[in-house]
Nanobody, 122 residues
């Protein structure tokens, strides 16, 4: 069984920083793209940033210049460095990954973490 566990969320004042981590574990053969999404109360889940296995990144316009996504393939971990945080960044942040399992290495599946709360006070 493959799972993703996100961590690093918390309460921070506007202008502060947080670093989120998400580690994949289980019967993993390889991991393709990884990413971060967020969902604020009463709103839909939106893409924050993605990173391919080769390191190519993509960011939502709202976080460009402030957030940085990275990954450590050896650790099956994706990170999200969040700087200059704003109250509108408050949300539950979910990591996800396209994973090839040991059981079926030719068929990727999307896995989601349970989410970590990020609260930015004004």
């Amino acid at each position: 069984q493959v799972r993703l566990v996100g961590s690093g969320g918390g309460l921070v004042q506007a202008g502060g920083s947080l670093r989120l981590s998400c580690a994949a574990s289980g019967s993993i053969f390889s991991i393709d793209a990884m990413g971060w999404y967020r969902q604020a109360p009463g709103k839909q889940r939106d893409l924050v940033a993605t990173i391919t296995s080769g390191g190519s990144t993509n960011y939502a316009d709202s976080v460009k210049g402030r957030f940085t996504i990275s990954r450590d393939n050896a650790k099956n971990t994706v990170y999200l460095q969040m700087n200059s945080l704003k109250p509108e960044d408050t949300a539950v942040y979910y990591c996800n990954a396209e994973i090839y399992t040991v059981v079926l290495p030719g068929i990727p599946r999307t896995y989601w973490g349970q989410g970590t709360q990020v609260t930015v006070s004004s």
